[in-house]
């Protein structure tokens, strides 16, 4: 059984810094990529970034870019999400997820695995 398990999400004080991390595992799993997407209260879930492995190449929507980074390693099915600069509205649970693809470019990143979601809460 696949599981993604994400950590490192709290409470922080706007202009702050939080670090997501997520693991991955199970015998079956591997990946093209991983990212993260999060979710806001009365909202839709909403992308935030991901990492290719093939390439490492980085993606990261404009609502975070140059506050936000990700890093992971593909080898150990790890991703990382470094959060700076945190704003209010930046809170939202924040899922980890795969795209189970064969290893290679990716052309569109496809969620196959979820996390169970970590908080973060930023105040103002």
């Known amino acids: 059984q696949v599981q993604l398990v994400e950590s490192g999400g709290g409470l922080v004080q706007a202009g702050g810094s939080l670090r997501l991390s997520c693991a991955a595992s199970?015998?079956?799993?591997?990946?093209?990529?991983m990212g993260w997407f999060r979710q806001a209260p009365g909202k839709e879930r909403e992308f935030v970034a991901a990492?290719?492995?093939?390439?490492?190449?980085?993606y990261t929507a404009a609502s975070v870019k140059g506050r936000f980074t990700i890093s992971g390693d593909g080898a150990k099915s790890t991703v990382l999400l470094q959060m700076n600069s945190l704003k209010p509205e930046d809170t939202a649970v924040y899922y980890c997820?795969?795209?189970?693809?064969?290893?290679?470019?990716?052309?569109?990143?496809?969620?196959?695995?979820w996390g169970q979601g970590t908080q973060v809460t930023v105040s103002s």
């Open positions: 997820s795969a795209d189970g693809g064969k290893l290679g470019p990716v052309a569109e990143y496809r969620v196959d695995y």
């Open positions: 199970g015998r079956t799993f591997s990946s093209r990529a």
């Open positions: 990492i290719t492995w093939s390439g490492g190449r980085t």
